[in-house]
């Protein structure tokens, strides 16, 4: 089974199972009783509040964000060069270890 591996707020870090085909969103919420991801929209590309930060290593893996993503991560509170919205990262393979950060808060616009 594929791991990754999600970077709380305060450093800590939380290993868990990654199944193939599964949004990193979709991952948090299978371990919600230890990751808060919020997912407001339940992934339906309508909020940024399942911002995650990609380590730079596994950055450059990931196909380009569409511009749909784009728009919704410009909302992002916290925003960096290696931002993603986590229910557009469907883990694959080649993602077996992948590292997010949980940014330390996020901006519900639907709420």
């Known amino acids: 089974m594929p ?9 800590e ?3 868990v199972d990654a199944p193939n085909g599964l949004s ?7 371990n919600s009783d230890k990751i808060f991801l919020e997912g407001a929209c339940e992934g339906s590309l309508a909020c940024s509040t399942c911002h995650v930060v990609v380590e730079p290593e596994w950055f450059e893996l990931l196909a380009t964000p569409t511009e749909d993503e784009e728009d ?15 229910c557009q990262i469907i883990m694959c393979p080649e993602f077996d270890g992948l590292v997010v950060r949980l940014p330390a808060a996020t901006r519900n616009m639907l709420g």
């Open 13 to 15: 870090r939380i290993d």
């Open 72 to 86: 919704m991560l410009d909302l992002a509170f916290g925003l960096t060069q290696t931002s993603r919205l986590g």
């Open 24 to 30: 990193v969103l979709e991952i948090a919420h299978e």
């Open 3 to 11: 791991k990754m591996t999600f970077i709380k707020p305060d450093g």
